[in-house]
């Protein structure tokens, strides 16, 4: 099968920094389709071996099991085309098909690494100049709007010059290894499906923390801020990854007919619980292993009276028989106690206990989904403790460690995406309206606290964010997953 691939935002960050090193590790596995080109998109006036050499450059970031030899750079660069173009002018997209014709493919992707305000004039330039032919596909990266009614022009430009089935919105979440075990787990197996609802499950916990801070992104940071940064997209994407019913096959719209179920049945917010579970926070100054940091303030390109959230904890409660009454607590934020993904399912306690336990329900388990991946499933088990007392139980762990099963070598979350793109697989993508189900829930949030006069509440950088968070779950009389350790 071949391809062309054309890069707009060419020489920006996200091409560099993923899209590259993705499509670089496609080639080495054998993965990429050999017959393709990839044309990177820019203003700038460069030759192709300009470009090439470009690139070559950027490789030396790369984590060094995942950088080119210089052999290995040549073969991928024989790949790589350079096309300049003003991403406002009609004679250019005209060059464009000019270009593309020279290497006549049997799928076209237009890939949007631009800044969203972009997204509608590229479409609209795309069409004009007849480049969104049938076997056209548009990848589009987040952002996608700011709210439901900038999302919703988006799409609405979008599907009037591609269909639903040719636009690849991307959340590299839905890409990650882990996410996709996720559904292996619930979908592949009879044993979890009996006790995945309401009447065995206490809570459940989608915990994203970051260690980092928001480094060079400031500027653009501080007008997103951390709910329309992970919570829209991600954290919701993981909930109904975690909550929706098993779809009737495999096929795309089976799974994202389910996650649109699911969105729809969030419940909405009201007054009181806009005040008591949404909580938002923003770093300041603290340690990191042992290194002082500045905080959000401080940070180049944030305003220095911002009062952009770069925590949430939110308590999202899902109206269906299945769920009705189990809180699903969401928690992200940027520079926490460190990198560390997870998602912890806490089952009830046993209805009437015969045995000594430590301490209330025994059952959880724990989805790893970064930095490792894995399972951890804990259970009260008769250890060897106390010889004389066989009434008192342990708590055990049944561990499964992805890394220590299959190999740490596994396919990069933009390596499946693009590949999946090129072959036209769309069941990592996400439809246009679950992403406008997902902005109808979290609009309200933004709203409520674009008024509120109580700033976001701060947290020592290097901590699981502010106390307000615990609070939050307290009250349920439930803890967060680190807090039971
Ligand atoms: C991106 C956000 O979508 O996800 C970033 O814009 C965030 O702010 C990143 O750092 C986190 O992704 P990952 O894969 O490192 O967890």
């Keep these: 099968m071949s391809f062309n691939l054309v890069l707009f935002g060419g020489t920006g960050d996200l091409s560099w920094r993923k899209l590259m090193p993705a499509l670089f590790q496609a080639f080495r596995h054998g993965?990429?389709?050999?017959?393709?080109?990839?044309?990177?998109?820019?203003?700038?006036?460069?030759?192709?071996?300009?470009?090439?050499?470009?690139?070559?450059?950027?490789?030396?970031?790369?984590?060094?099991?995942?950088?080119?030899?210089?052999?290995?750079?040549?073969?991928?660069?024989?790949?790589?085309?350079?096309?300049?173009?003003?991403?406002?002018?009609?004679?250019?997209?005209?060059?464009?098909?000019?270009?593309?014709?020279?290497?006549?493919?049997?799928?076209?992707?237009?890939?949007?690494?631009?800044?969203p305000n972009l997204f509608t004039t590229v479409c609209e330039q795309l069409g004009a100049a007849g480049l969104n032919t049938a076997s056209t596909r548009v990848v589009l990266e987040k952002p996608l709007g700011q709210d439901l009614t900038s999302n919703r022009q988006i799409n609405q430009t979008v599907l009037h010059y591609f269909s639903e089935k040719q636009i690849f919105r991307i959340d590299h979440y839905l890409g990650k290894p882990s996410v996709q075990n996720l559904l292996a787990l619930r979908f592949g197996n009879a044993l979890f499906e009996p006790v995945w609802r309401r009447e065995h499950i206490a809570n459940i916990q989608i915990t994203m923390a970051e260690g980092l801070g928001v480094e060079k992104r400031g500027g653009y940071y501080d007008g997103i801020g951390a709910l329309r940064d992970m919570v829209q997209n991600h954290a919701l994407q993981l909930l109904c990854a975690i909550a929706m019913e098993p779809p009737i096959n495999s096929h795309a719209d089976a799974i994202r007919d389910e996650k649109l179920k699911v969105l729809r049945s969030l419940v909405r917010w009201t007054p009181t619980t806009l005040d008591q579970h949404a909580v938002r926070g923003q770093y300041a100054a603290g340690n990191m292993a042992g290194q002082a940091v500045p905080g959000y303030l401080q940070e180049t390109g944030v305003n220095p009276q911002s009062q952009t959230e770069t925590f949430v904890a939110l308590r999202a409660e899902i109206a269906n028989w299945r769920w009705a009454g189990v809180p699903f607590y969401i928690r992200t934020g940027k520079r926490l106690a460190g990198r560390e993904a997870h998602i912890v399912v806490n089952f009830r306690a046993t209805p009437h206990p015969i045995f000594k336990t430590p301490n209330g329900a025994a059952n959880k388990l724990v989805i790893h989904l970064q930095p490792k991946d894995g399972l951890e499933l804990h259970l009260l088990a008769q250890g060897q403790a106390n010889r004389r007392d066989t009434g008192s139980l342990s708590y055990a762990q049944l561990d499964l460690d992805f890394d220590k099963r299959f190999g740490t070598e596994r396919v990069g979350a933009y390596e499946r995406l693009l590949l999946d793109v090129i072959d036209g697989r769309l069941n990592l993508f996400v439809r246009s309206d679950e992403q406008e189900a997902a902005w109808r829930w979290v609009e309200p949030v933004l709203e409520h606290w674009r008024n509120d006069t109580i700033p976001p509440r701060s947290y020592a950088a290097g901590t699981w964010g502010p106390s307000a968070a615990s609070a939050m779950i307290a009250r349920d009389g439930y803890s967060w997953e680190e807090e039971t350790r």
């Design 31 to 115: 993965t990429l389709p050999p017959d393709g080109r990839i044309l990177g998109v820019a203003r700038d006036a460069m030759t192709d071996a300009q470009y090439r050499e470009l690139i070559r450059t950027r490789f030396d970031q790369v984590e060094l099991a995942k950088r080119p030899s210089a052999e290995e750079f040549d073969r991928f660069a024989a790949l790589l085309h350079y096309q300049r173009m003003d991403l406002s002018k009609p004679e250019d997209y005209a060059a464009l098909k000019a270009r593309l014709s020279e290497h006549p493919a049997d799928t076209t992707v237009m890939y949007l690494a631009t800044s």
